[in-house]
């Protein structure tokens, strides 16, 4: 969600605006074209009056108008904005975003402002952390370049930034000399295994005609560290992001593909749900879903085999990033981690009140009895209520607009 312009698609900033626009403008058909209803751009679709049908974005619109040609489709939505299209009541507001995705220099974004906002806000309140980027594509080294630019002061719009460890501070930069600083998953059916040094994947870019596509393929590359197995690749992963200062990961999206694209597949990501030090891993990714984790693989480090319910984790420790937002509004991450940890202490707090009370109480039979009795009543009274302790935080996919089909060129860089 941090990486905007896409260079390996040759999207400019124009078009990528106008295409989270086109799944953030809600209308309705008339005389059967799409017709713009709410002036401002939300990504949760809005409530529709009494009686009317749910509002459609124009990326359902178009769904349903050319189902057939994603070409045509892509065209439409990324001019969406512009004169004599069905969005261009949105044009000033588009233009807003396209200004935030535009160095001063004129040159486009890599990593969007809202990233570097967050990364200096924890450095002003002295906050210990570590930035993993994750990705299944290929963009890692252009990352790590804007990234070290910043860090050294001379990123354009940041000059005189400091966060290369000159001020006695951490290092944060993403050096491309520094073989530690970058690897790549590996996963199969039996294990998974980390290779640090390189980026490159059997099957891949300039390796995608190899025949070896096993983790032997990596015998061919002295200079990386090959990590084997769950367990030793979960302790490498949090010794690292133990140690301020920022890495980057490819995933693999060759695994992820090979299993329908579902969460168990996906990008793994170790937390622990029931913390003893002091702790918080938080995952934002744009392509999490409401209903299941789709991209994400969540690893408890305390119980790997334990399943998450979605919900419950995107109240501590995962957020669907929102470009819309992301672009727009400098401080978005810094909002989502604050409501992230508030989340966390909250659960942790009332897991600890809980265990303290469940070894501080001694039942006698008949209190346990009496006990039980009550809390059977405030079961039937729970019941006739219609009580929801998730009401409110509970979404569906169709409290967002549905997404256009993603071919394999697109998932691939996720």
């Not at 210990?128 to 080294?141: A, H, K, N, P, V």
């Not at 930034?161 to 290092?171: L, P, T």
């Not at 918080?280 to 790997?304: G, K, M, Q, V, W």
Request: aromatic residues 12%; contains cysteine.
């Amino acid at each position: 969600p941090v990486i905007m312009t896409d260079a390996t698609s040759g999207k400019i900033a124009e078009v990528v605006v106008n295409e989270e626009l086109s799944s953030s403008a809600w209308g309705c058909v008339v005389n059967d074209k799409w017709v713009l209803q709410i002036p401002i751009p939300s990504a949760l679709r809005p409530p529709a009056p009494a009686g009317k049908p749910a509002f459609m974005s124009y990326t359902e619109y178009l769904m349903e108008a050319i189902p057939k040609d994603k070409k045509a489709r892509n065209t439409l939505k990324g001019t969406f904005t512009r004169p004599g299209n069905p969005g261009e009541k949105m044009r000033a507001f588009a233009e807003s975003m396209i200004a935030n995705l535009v160095r001063p220099d004129g040159s486009e974004v890599k990593l969007i402002p809202a990233f570097f906002e967050m990364l200096l806000h924890l450095k002003r309140t002295k906050r210990s952390f570590s930035i993993c980027f994750r990705t299944f594509g290929e963009d890692l080294l252009s990352v790590a370049d804007e990234l070290t630019m910043f860090c050294e002061g001379r990123h354009p719009a940041y000059p005189g930034v400091r966060m290369d460890g000159s001020d006695g501070g951490a290092d944060y930069r993403l050096m491309r000399t520094d073989l530690q600083k970058y690897g790549t998953f590996y996963r199969d059916d039996s294990d998974m295994a980390l290779v640090m040094g390189t980026v490159e994947q059997p099957g891949e870019g300039a390796y995608k005609d190899v025949k070896d596509k096993s983790l032997d393929f990596y015998a061919a590359f002295p200079e990386v560290e090959v990590v084997t197995g769950e367990s030793d690749v979960l302790n490498y992963f949090l010794d690292k992001c133990r140690r301020p200062g920022s890495f980057g990961l490819r995933d693999y999206y060759a695994h992820w593909k090979k299993h329908d694209m579902v969460s168990h597949a996906g990008k793994v990501f170790f937390f622990d749900h029931c913390p003893v030090k002091n702790e918080h891993a938080i995952f934002f990714d744009d392509n999490l879903c409401p209903e299941d984790f789709y991209i994400i693989c969540p690893l408890s480090t305390r119980d790997p085999k334990r399943v998450f319910w979605p919900t419950y984790l995107y109240q501590t420790n995962l957020c669907k990033a929102e470009p819309l937002e992301s672009i727009i509004d400098d401080r978005y991450f810094i909002k989502h981690i604050d409501r992230l940890e508030t989340g966390f202490e909250r659960r942790t707090a009332a897991r600890t009140r809980l265990k303290s009370l469940m070894t501080s109480v001694k039942w006698t039979s008949r209190a346990k009895q009496a006990s039980t009795d009550k809390v059977q009543k405030e079961l039937v009274k729970t019941k006739m209520s219609g009580y929801d302790a998730w009401k409110g935080l509970r979404k569906s996919r169709m409290s967002f607009s549905l997404q256009d089909e993603v071919d394999e060129s697109e998932a691939a860089q996720f």
